[in-house]
């Protein structure tokens, strides 16, 4: 079983910055794809930004050009530079990895790992 671990969370000022890292504990079969999310307080989780293997990136309209993912294949890792960072973004911070299905062909989330929290103050 893979187990995604998260670190790099913390509390930081407005306008300050933190580099969130995703370590895989084995190599993901079929990976198509990682992401981050997050989840604030009484909010549903949402996806910030993504990354397919190929290198391909996403993100949410509200950390477009504030946040950049990138990862490392080799380490199987997964990071997320956060700049600018804004009271609003403060939230619960997942890594997700997406496999895809051997009949359908379709990436799904698969693993999950267990959050670090990010917080910013004003």
């Known amino acids: 079983q893979v187990q995604l671990v998260e670190s790099g969370g913390g509390s930081v000022q407005a306008g300050g910055s933190l580099k969130l890292s995703c370590a895989a504990s084995?190599?993901?079969?079929?990976?198509?794809?990682m992401g981050w999310y997050r989840q604030a307080p009484g909010k549903e989780r949402e996806l910030v930004s993504s990354?397919?293997?190929?290198?391909?990136?996403s993100y949410a309209d509200s950390v477009n050009g504030r946040f950049t993912i990138s990862q490392d294949s080799a380490k199987r890792t997964l990071f997320l530079e956060m700049n600018s960072l804004k009271p609003e973004d403060t939230a619960v911070y997942y890594c997700?990895?997406?496999?895809?299905?051997?009949?359908?062909?379709?990436?799904?989330?698969?693993?999950w790992g267990q959050g670090t929290q990010v917080t910013v103050s004003a």
């Open positions: 084995a190599y993901i079969v079929s990976r198509c794809g």
């Open positions: 997700a990895a997406d496999v895809r299905d051997v009949r359908s062909g379709r990436c799904y989330t698969k693993y």
């Open positions: 990354i397919t293997s190929a290198g391909a990136t």
